[in-house]
């Protein structure tokens, strides 16, 4: 059974820093892996996906590495600002056909100025 | 256009009585994805439609849980002889057929007292 974890489960920085959101997964057979933004009260945004085949995608201050043999994604934030703060989500579809997404816990992400 | 809408945004029910949540998708999406979310913790894949046919409903929980979605786009949500164990924010998303983006929904804040 696929199980996806976040760490850290909470950050708080300061503006300005670069930051580090770590996801592990373990069951390497997987689609994509989506970064997801979500706001107290909102739904979810999705910031970046990454197809398997993949190692990395970018936007903007954002980028999102896919390490699959090991489980590992990393979502770099680069020169945060007060309006990164929300919650962080990745999330996992498996292959072989499955369309649902496994999400992890997330990790909730203030900075402040 | 318009994106993923969902209502009402916010219903409180006591035990044991029947809910209904609804699901307006982005016109146009084939498939429809249904997750719970608890507090601190990820969305949990309940149901997924595509077109008007459940195509995976492996994350209902038990069968006091069914979804509809008879013409292919507004989806409902039903709950039977709800618990407090219900008590979530349920999510519903959508996704065309050429991405593997999926859009989610503010939500539905479900408390059962």
């Known amino acids: 059974k696929q199980e996806v974890t976040q760490i850290p489960a909470a950050l708080s920085v300061p503006e300005g820093e670069n930051l580090v959101l770590n996801c592990s997964f373990t069951?390497?057979?997987?689609?994509?892996l989506q970064w997801f933004r979500q706001d107290p009260g909102k739904g979810l945004t999705s910031l970046l996906l990454?197809?398997?085949?993949?190692r990395e995608q970018t936007s903007g201050r954002l980028n999102a590495s896919l390490d699959k043999s090991s489980g590992r994604s990393t979502l770099y934030i680069a020169a945060s600002q007060p309006g990164d703060s929300a919650t962080y989500l990745c999330?996992?579809?498996?292959?072989?056909?499955?369309?649902?997404?496994?999400f992890g816990a997330g990790t909730r992400l203030a900075v402040h100025p | 256009g318009a994106g993923v809408s969902q209502t009402p945004s916010n219903k409180v029910t006591e035990k044991g009585k029947y809910v209904e949540l609804r699901c307006d998708p982005i016109?146009?999406?084939?498939?429809l994805y249904w997750y719970r979310q608890s507090l601190g913790q990820g969305p949990e894949f309940l149901i997924y439609?595509?077109?008007?046919?459940?195509?995976?409903d492996s994350g209902l929980p038990n069968d006091r849980f069914f979804a509809v979605r008879p013409e292919g786009s507004v989806s409902t949500l039903k709950i039977q002889r709800t618990e407090r164990g219900d008590s979530a924010v349920y999510l519903c998303?959508?996704?065309?057929?050429?991405?593997?983006?999926?859009?989610f929904g503010p939500g539905t804040r479900l408390t059962v007292l």
């Open positions: 069951d390497s057979a997987i689609y994509n």
């Open positions: 016109s146009g999406h084939t498939a």
């Open positions: 999330a996992v579809k498996a292959s072989g056909g499955y369309n649902k997404l496994i």
């Open positions: 998303a959508s996704r065309s057929g050429s991405t593997d983006t999926q859009y």
């Open positions: 990454i197809q398997s085949s993949q």
């Open positions: 439609f595509q077109g008007t046919g459940a195509a995976d």
